[in-house]
């Protein structure tokens, strides 16, 4: 459950057009069924980046005959850069493009990068020549040259491009379908996060259980001309239903609005404080309330006397206003903990490289039918799915007997649950890759590849966790007109999280000597990886604990008194929810 707080911006409704500009008329737009058809874009870009990066460490280890290092590195890589293009993504959107022609246009161009890809897997040109198993066995393979990997790099970074600009601006644009001042409409919204989440948790199942089995059964040309295929068919979907949406017009660049506080806090830093803050430029017109936090920012809305007399009070360059330095001061708010929330990232991209590698060392043996490797991804996902839905149902009402609050788990109590299970992942990674290492080698006995499920369901159980509370947490505590670059913001940590785990695998590959991480992972030491990421995590929690509680929530919402709890528990949240409206206890 996601309650979206609008930060008290009275006007933003008068921004919501429809395609042809006119007021929107909320019997035919919005909604359901405009959500659903943008949320179809969001589920192919998943299937197409799940269907790519689940099993692309199988082709670059077993086709291009790279090294597990290196293939862990390039896949890691990939996934960071199109999260971390969501910025741009959210930039473009919130500064020019708006969110419905954004999302088109990177839809396109995720179409065009899964095209490329199917080219360069399917041109035996792009590959080197085959390896027979005692060339591998000495690694004598002959890796891709640079030209054979050059066609490789840019379709997949293509692809980054449009998946990236398609992240950060799908979930904000399904959110502007509702209508959070309308009581009915808000009860749409309070849940639209979460069933967000299982949609496109369902995609990654889908690529993972089909895809992955095409790419390793049929041929990776297939497999990736499918996803290239969902991606056209939901761009089309996305244009045809342009008549059903709402539109809300793009403010000007976030960033520019940034950049201007600060400067101007620096340049009026010997200014003293005003006697009290309604001196302050617009105090009495802020759409944001003041706050003490970050008191040096509020120079940048001291009204100097040129100012007044030059009439230059409206000047944005000359003087900011309250809210301005406001929105600034809440993105500053967000650092800290999108700092912490990195590091689960790291431990997320290890299901997508060294288990997948693990899994290829272990029986996948279900009778005569053998499991691809990266198809046991579908453990994650299907965790993923059990937890989002086991949240609606058990643990928020759960949680709201406990708290008290009508949220019942706040955004971030669920990302530090989240945080204590990917802890707890690594430490079983650990031991399981211990003992799957000293069976092959002493024994002589594959273990089943199913002893890595633990590993995958704990991971599953904290993304169900992390993910939909750092979502929640970025746009509800982010500022109302940079809902895009929030999004951004919040997919930035998970591209720092990838390319953590790049920089962790160069360090430790240097510093062991490539004794831990090897492409035959029986001559490694793989479990000493995964220690180092349990120990991290552990003192990354720590952190995290420490700005958590001392972050202040924008709106809060508490239940008083015993009757109102009972109306919890008898699943009357909803009425409760439009009477605390209307009596102006809860805002939206």
């Not at 299982?198 to 259980?209: D, P, Q």
């Not at 830093?269 to 759409?287: G, T």
């Not at 120079?299 to 301005?324: G, P, Q, Y």
């Not at 912490?340 to 996948?364: D, G, H, K, P």
């Amino acid at each position: 459950m996601v309650l979206v707080a609008s930060h008290g911006e009275k006007d933003e409704a008068e921004t919501v057009v429809d395609f042809r500009g006119n007021p929107v008329d909320k019997s035919k737009t919005g909604g359901w069924l405009a959500a659903g058809l943008i949320l179809g874009t969001e589920l192919s870009e998943r299937i197409c980046a799940m269907g790519i990066s689940m099993n692309l460490v199988t082709y670059l280890v077993g086709d291009l005959h790279l090294s597990s290092a290196k293939s862990a590195t390039i896949v890691t890589n990939f996934m960071g850069t199109l999260n971390l293009l969501g910025l741009l993504g959210g930039f473009l959107a919130d500064a020019k493009l708006g969110r419905y022609l954004a999302v088109a246009i990177f839809a396109s161009v995720t179409a065009l990068g899964v095209g490329l890809l199917t080219s360069a897997t399917s041109i035996p040109s792009m590959r080197p020549p085959q390896c027979d198993d005692y060339r591998r066995k000495h690694h004598q393979c002959i890796e891709a040259n640079g030209k054979q990997l050059a066609m490789l790099y840019a379709a997949l970074y293509t692809i980054a491009l449009g998946g990236g600009g398609i992240k950060s601006n799908v979930s904000g644009f399904g959110s502007d379908q509702f209508d959070t001042s309308d009581p009915k409409e808000q009860k749409a919204m309070i849940f639209f996060f979460n069933r967000f989440y299982f949609a496109i948790s369902i995609g990654s199942l889908f690529a993972v259980i089909v895809l992955v089995y095409v790419q390793d059964n049929v041929g990776r040309g297939w497999g990736y001309g499918i996803s290239a295929g969902t991606m056209v068919v939901a761009a089309a979907i996305l244009l045809i239903g342009t008549p059903w949406y709402r539109f809300k017009k793009p403010r000007g660049s976030p960033l520019t609005v940034i950049w201007r506080v600060l400067l101007l806090a620096w340049k009026k830093r010997s200014h003293p404080y005003p006697d009290h803050p309604s001196l302050l430029n617009e105090y009495q017109n802020a759409k944001v309330p003041h706050t003490e936090k970050f008191k040096c920012l509020d120079k940048a809305a001291i009204i100097e006397d040129n100012a007044v007399a030059n009439e230059n009070k409206n000047n944005s360059w000359i003087v900011s206003t309250v809210t301005e330095v406001e929105e600034v001061k809440m993105v500053l708010k967000l650092l800290p903990i999108w700092a912490t929330c990195i590091l689960f990232w790291t431990v997320y991209s290890q299901m997508t490289t060294f288990t997948v590698e693990q899994a290829t060392f272990m029986n996948r043996k279900i009778g005569s039918f053998t499991v691809p490797s990266g198809s046991l991804s579908a453990f994650l996902f299907i965790t993923i799915l059990l937890f989002t839905s086991l949240n609606e149902k058990v643990f928020v009402p759960l949680a709201r007997k406990i708290t008290h609050s009508i949220q019942g788990m706040t955004s971030l109590q669920r990302v530090g649950t989240g945080l204590i299970f990917s802890v707890i992942a690594m430490i079983v990674s650990a031991v399981i890759e211990q003992q799957r290492r000293e069976t092959s080698v002493q024994k002589h006995i594959q273990k089943s590849a199913f002893w890595l499920v633990p590993q995958y369901f704990l991971v599953g159980a904290g993304e169900a966790f992390v993910y939909v509370g750092q979502l929640e947490f970025f746009i509800r505590e982010g500022p109302e007109r940079m809902k895009s670059m929030s999004t951004g913001l919040f997919l930035s940590a998970i591209s720092m999280g990838m390319f953590v785990s790049s920089m962790l695998v160069s360090i430790v590959d240097k510093i062991t000597n490539k004794h831990w991480l090897r492409s035959n992972l029986n001559k490694g030491k793989l479990n000493n990886f995964y220690w180092l990421l349990a120990v991290l995590g552990l003192l990354n929690f720590m952190v995290f604990l420490f700005f958590a509680m001392k972050h202040q929530y924008n709106v809060q919402h508490r239940v008083k008194g015993d009757k109102e709890l009972e109306n919890f528990n008898d699943g009357k949240v909803e009425d409760l929810e439009n009477n605390w409206i209307a009596e102006g206890k809860m805002e939206l």
